[in-house]
């Protein structure tokens, strides 16, 4: 099973909301990320997990806040965003940092 | 800056062509090279690449990587309508994946 799972599919939210964007992998891997994609551009790296513990942040503005509860979960948490944030958002996760990443389905996150 | 650049940009061929996607890359701490296949939504995984001269092949899909050049190709034969999506390329360094811009890759019946 190499499956990730993220919630929502779709998202629209107001400048003023909060909201969270959730994914989850029951592969027992260490690491997980956030990526931003914006349309006909690569994937950025926004956030890296390893052992739950944020080991990586790529300069990313506090208006998302990532959250690890456990090993299998990671949360992005979104408040007075942009519609400049509107893109993509893929979580991944891999066995260790430096492994192969496999890349759940994203959310599609517009933001008015 | 590390970088990682792929060509072309897009890529229209019929079916049954076979097309060859190139990656070249400048990266410090270089560790291995992957290769996604992106169609709708997420990336799905298609090679890693550690060594060099090596090539991992998978069913019409095969890559090699050079790392004295440091390029990788991704070769894909007998091209189907199916195989149309984006390719990315991408290195690890270090603890991060950087991704170059991708091919877009169009096969017309």
């Known amino acids: 099973d190499t499956e990730v799972t993220q919630t929502p599919k779709h998202l629209v939210m107001g400048m003023t909301n909060k909201k969270s964007l959730k994914c989850e992998q029951h592969m027992g891997h260490r690491a997980m990320y956030w990526y931003k994609q914006k349309a006909k551009k690569p994937p950025e790296l926004m956030f890296v997990?390893?052992?739950?513990?944020?080991?990586i942040n790529e300069s990313v503005p506090s208006r998302f806040s990532p959250e690890c509860p456990n090993s299998s979960l990671l949360n992005l948490h979104l408040h007075a965003l942009q519609p400049e944030d509107s893109a993509l958002y893929l979580c991944a996760s891999s066995q260790f940092q430096q492994e192969t990443q496999y890349f759940g389905p994203g959310t599609r996150l517009l933001v008015l | 800056e590390d970088k990682v650049v792929q060509s072309p940009l897009s890529l229209v061929v019929h079916e049954g062509d076979t097309v060859t996607l190139n990656c070249s890359y400048e990266?410090?701490?270089?560790?291995?090279l992957l290769w996604y296949k992106q169609e709708k939504k997420a990336p799905t995984f298609l090679f890693m690449l550690?060594?060099?001269?090596i090539e991992k092949k998978s069913g019409r899909l095969s890559s090699i990587l050079d790392k004295k050049e440091l390029f990788s190709i991704l070769n894909i034969t007998a091209t189907q309508t199916g195989d149309s999506a984006v390719y990315l390329c991408?290195?690890?360094?270090?603890?991060?994946?950087?991704f170059g811009g991708g091919t877009r890759l169009m096969v017309k019946p």
């Open positions: 997990y390893s052992y739950e513990k944020l080991s």
């Open positions: 991408a290195t690890y360094a270090g603890n991060m994946l950087t």
């Open positions: 990266v410090t701490n270089f560790r291995s």
């Open positions: 550690t060594s060099s001269g």
